[in-house]
């Protein structure tokens, strides 16, 4: 069972609270502090994603995220509810640029475009455990860090 | 934590103050002030970050969009920052080859390489 779950409306504004929840949940578990930024940052790049999947494809269901203490790691789990494209996973922020030319400069699409492959770029690069899936019911990003068992008090 | 921006010329150079969180939610107030001055004709940006506490991919792709605005003028963005935990973003990413970062506003103002 998830330590903490999360469900928030996929507006750019509760990006932050998720990153908050997600680094205290992940500081209790037992994950290293000086991992904690690597978290705080992993967390907000998936849910960015998802937020931006849910409005470019105007889906008004929650992103979902999912904090799981483990024996000897902390997961994480970020869900949206965007349906798999036949140009398979990974490519639907691709997919999203394409719906709309890229006008170079001024529209802020290219700069849109740029973002979602960056934020991917920038979990890959964090975090060693990442899984990026994607079915019909949507996509998930999977991320875990160690955790050093803390001595629990009486 | 929200974001303070605020701008200030050193020579033909403008600083761009930036503090707080630059995150998806925030990023944009950081682009309209770029285009804003590029839009106003000062093409020699100096982005100092030492006051920003967190920095994610959407805040990137702004810095990018605002270099290659300067760069349509000709004209150069630079950025001032000593963080490690934000120096890393850049260089996982691979944008310590694309801006010239500098330990210090003084030094950015200066540079002309």
Redesign the interface.
Known sequence: MATVELRFSALPEHVRTARLVAAAVARRAGVDEAALDEVRLAVGEACSRAVGLHRSNGVDMPVRVVLTEEEKKFSIEVGDEVPETPSGPGARTADEAAGHPVASGESGTEEAEDEGTMGLAVISGLVDDVEVTSGPGGGTIRMSWPTTPTVELP | MDLSLSTRTVGDRTVVEVGG?I???TAPKL?EQLVELVNDGSYHLVVDMEHVD?L???G???L??GL??VR?HEGSLRLVCNQE?ILK?FR??GLTKVFPIHTTVDEAVNATD
């Open positions: 969180e995150d998806v939610y682009r967190f994610d991919s959407t990137l792709g702004v990018v969009g290659k605005r349509a935990r973003i996982i990413t």
